[in-house]
């Protein structure tokens, strides 16, 4: 199994600031691309942002941005919103079990 | 527009079983494989059974094989989840999401199944 460490476990930053999020994998997948970006806000599903590493699903502001191949991959937001203040995980699909990062709590 | 509702989450004692369902709306459903995720309270997201479109090919993690069993009636445009011999540890909110090529592009808001005596 595929372990997906994030970090850093909590990022404290204000509106307006970048916010940069790793997710490292403990081994390459088959498709080094198989990677996704969810963000979860309390009480709420997780909505995805980010697919094969770097493109932004429907609706996704172009402040999001993914990058990164192999075993590190990288979220950034460039310029955050109030409403970005949320918990971000990655999950990797290319190799079976799917699996997920243990999250990153982006605070205000 | 996509739709899941999940449905049947409730209070359960150890050892009990408990069906939950995920209705689907917007898509046709059975073109697409289908997966439950589940969030225990305060924690991380876990992948834990997946069906493909057709039903034929199904896995599961291994922290709940033997015991969960997941089905799909395309007809109904319909996934579920039975939980037979349930464990404080299979507390948690349950998500039924649509996999588009591995990645979830739709997720239920989910259903919550505590386990308690």
């Known amino acids: 199994e595929i372990v997906l460490t994030q970090s850093p476990g909590t990022l404290s930053l204000s509106p307006g600031e970048r916010a940069t999020l790793s997710c490292r994998a403990s081994?390459?997948?088959?498709?080094?691309?198989?990677l996704a970006w969810y963000q979860q806000k309390p009480g709420q599903a997780p909505r995805l942002l980010i697919y094969?590493?770097?493109n932004r699903a429907t609706g996704v502001p172009d402040r999001f941005s993914g990058s990164g191949s192999g075993t590190d991959f990288t979220l950034t937001v460039s310029r955050l919103e109030p409403e970005d203040f949320a918990v971000y995980y990655c999950?990797?699909?290319?190799?079976?079990?799917?699996?997920f990062g243990q999250g990153t709590k982006l605070e205000i | 527009q996509v739709q899941l509702v999940e449905s049947g989450g409730d209070l359960v004692k150890p050892g009990g079983s408990l069906r939950v369902s995920c209705a689907a709306s917007g898509f046709t459903f059975r073109d697409y494989q289908m997966s439950w995720i589940r969030q225990a309270p305060g924690k991380g997201l876990e992948w834990i059974s997946y069906?493909?479109?057709?039903?034929?090919?199904?896995y599961y993690v291994d922290s709940v094989k033997g015991r969960f069993t997941i089905s799909r009636d395309n007809a109904r445009n319909s996934l579920y989840l039975q939980l037979n011999s349930l464990r404080a540890e299979d507390t948690a909110v349950y998500y039924c999401a649509r996999e588009n090529y591995g990645k979830f592009d739709y997720w239920g808001h989910g259903t919550l199944v505590t386990v308690s005596s």
């Open positions: 069906i493909s479109n057709g039903g034929d090919f199904i």
């Open positions: 999950q990797q699909y290319g190799s079976s079990p799917y699996t």
């Open positions: 081994q390459s997948f088959s498709s080094s691309l198989a």
């Open positions: 094969g590493a770097s």
